[in-house]
């Protein structure tokens, strides 16, 4: 299975995300993990992301294919699939996800559209910043992080509901019954 997760920051797209990879047998590689990691390495890459991630702001589409496009391809092809989380994240992305993978025979199969209210989003994102420390967990970020992803991707929902891939699915549930809805939308 060759999937991805879309949906608003707090959805669920990381909690489910290693629910279906482990489902599948698959690795689950997730753009903002891999983005925070490099945060943490204090890499030349981390230094240059960092004012990004805590503005809640997209990074540069370059440094974020180059993290994600060889796990991607690795994946497929040793492992038979992936889950995505976080990316592709805007139309532009998909459109170049779509160019560049399909060669290999690794473009998505599935995307799964997790909907929850926005009252709730914030809330799961303020109940974790306590726990996490995430730097992008603060009312003003999450704010600016809404936006982000209304305007740039939601989009992106029309954009794989046209080649007929999309699965939308409500994410407010307890999260055995999302993963299960999920499951039953796949
Ligand atoms: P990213 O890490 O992708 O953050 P996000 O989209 O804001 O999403 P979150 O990780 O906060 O939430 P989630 O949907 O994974 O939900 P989770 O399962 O954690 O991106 C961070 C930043 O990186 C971006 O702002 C950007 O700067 C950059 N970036 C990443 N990808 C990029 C890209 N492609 N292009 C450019 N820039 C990129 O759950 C959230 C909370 O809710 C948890 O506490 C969880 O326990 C709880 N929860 C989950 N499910 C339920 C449920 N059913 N009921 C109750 N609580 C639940």
């Not at 989380?85 to 160019?99: E, H, L, N, T, W």
């Amino acid at each position: 299975m060759r999937l991805t997760m879309l949906g608003g920051p707090g959805s669920g797209k990381g909690t489910q995300g290693e629910r279906l990879a482990q489902h599948f047998e698959v690795p689950h590689i997730a753009s903002g993990d891999l983005l925070r990691a490099q945060v943490r390495a204090q890499t030349a890459l981390g230094r240059q992301v960092s004012a990004y991630l805590n503005a809640g702001q997209l990074v540069p589409d370059e440094v974020v294919f180059d993290l994600v496009l060889p796990a991607v391809l690795a994946a497929a092809e040793h492992s038979g699939g992936y889950v995505l989380d976080g990316f592709p994240r805007s139309v532009v992305q998909a459109m170049k996800f779509d160019k560049l993978t399909v060669e290999a025979g690794a473009e998505l199969q599935r995307v799964v559209f997790l909907v929850v209210p926005e009252a709730e989003l914030i809330q799961r994102l303020l109940d974790r910043a306590a726990a996490s420390g995430r730097s992008d967990d603060t009312r003003e970020v999450i704010t600016d992080r809404l936006q982000v992803f209304r305007a740039e991707t939601t989009p992106l929902a029309d954009y794989y509901r046209a080649s007929g891939i999309l699965r939308t699915v409500a994410g407010d549930g307890p999260t055995d019954l999302v993963t299960e809805a999920i499951l039953a939308a796949l």
